[in-house]
């Protein structure tokens, strides 16, 4: 009988074989693949960002289990779809022009991907415009912005403004080592967070 709870562990340990194998065994087993998602992958890696923020694990833990889950995901992606599971939220992430920092931007993206929301990833150095372009492709509800350097700070705050001067109907969440919530009210987003799994937080309450 197929255990949803060493799925999760499975993920929290960053076990790829395991979690391939448990999440082919649960679909095999008709366990619905929504269930297989939320009480296997989703459940597992809540726990690791719970950890991460905590700094019991630190970022290559999290770099593993995000790899486990996303083999498992792939076997489960079809499923998914062919069920008709909509993912959470669509969301958009990219670090801001002028800057080519990702690893941040890429945990961000993991551990939104590991919560459940659909991303995609537009990658470093994008422009304002770039970012409203994909947006408008996308209809993504969420956008993420991430930046790095000091210098490319203010390119978050162009962002912002192309974005709310296109009219397009999203929230936006800044995040980055010299970002601050005090920057992010001044330049008018929506949420900022702090570390990766805080983002999946500040997502989430975009939800509601
Ligand atoms: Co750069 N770099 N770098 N660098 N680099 C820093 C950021 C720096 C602090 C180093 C230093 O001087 N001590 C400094 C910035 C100083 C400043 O602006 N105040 C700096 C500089 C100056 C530069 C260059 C200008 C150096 C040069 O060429 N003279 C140059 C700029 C290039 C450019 O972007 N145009 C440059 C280049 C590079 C590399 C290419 C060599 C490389 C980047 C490789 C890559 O990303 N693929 C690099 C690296 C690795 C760093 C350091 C060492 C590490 C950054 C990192 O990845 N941290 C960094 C010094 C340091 O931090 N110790 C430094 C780990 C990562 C997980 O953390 O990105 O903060 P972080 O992400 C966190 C949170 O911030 C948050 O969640 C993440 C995880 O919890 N977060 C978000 C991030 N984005 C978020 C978005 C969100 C929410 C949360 O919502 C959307």
């Known amino acids: 009988m197929a255990d949803l709870q060493a799925l999760a562990n499975a993920v929290i340990k960053g076990n790829q074989a395991e979690s391939v194998r448990l999440t082919k065994e649960a679909l095999g087993e008709g366990i619905g693949p929504k269930q297989v998602l939320e009480d296997g992958l989703i459940a597992g890696m809540g726990v690791v960002g719970v950890r991460f923020k905590a700094n019991e694990v630190y970022i290559p ?47 961000v993206v993991m551990m939104l991907k590991g919560a459940g929301f659909h991303v995609e990833d537009i990658g470093v150095d994008v422009k304002p415009d770039v970012f409203v372009e994909k947006i408008k492709a ?34 936006i969440m800044i995040g980055g080592a010299p970002v601050t919530q005090i920057y992010a009210s001044k330049i008018g987003a929506d949420g900022y967070a702090a570390d990766a799994a805080s983002a999946v937080d500040v997502a989430k309450s975009f939800l509601n």
């Not at 008709?84 to 945990?107: F, S, Y």
């Open 138 to 171: 996308s209809n993504a509800q969420i956008v993420g912005l991430s930046a790095l350097l000091t210098t490319t700070m203010p390119a978050m705050d162009k962002t912002i403004a192309a974005i709310r001067q296109a009219g397009l109907d999203c929230k």
């Open 61 to 107: 833990e999290v770099l593993i289990s995000a790899r486990a889950m996303k083999m498992a995901m792939e076997v489960l992606e079809p499923k998914l779809a062919a069920a008709g599971v909509a993912p959470l939220a669509k969301a958009l992430v990219g670090t801001v022009q002028g800057d080519l920092h990702d690893i941040g931007k890429n945990l």
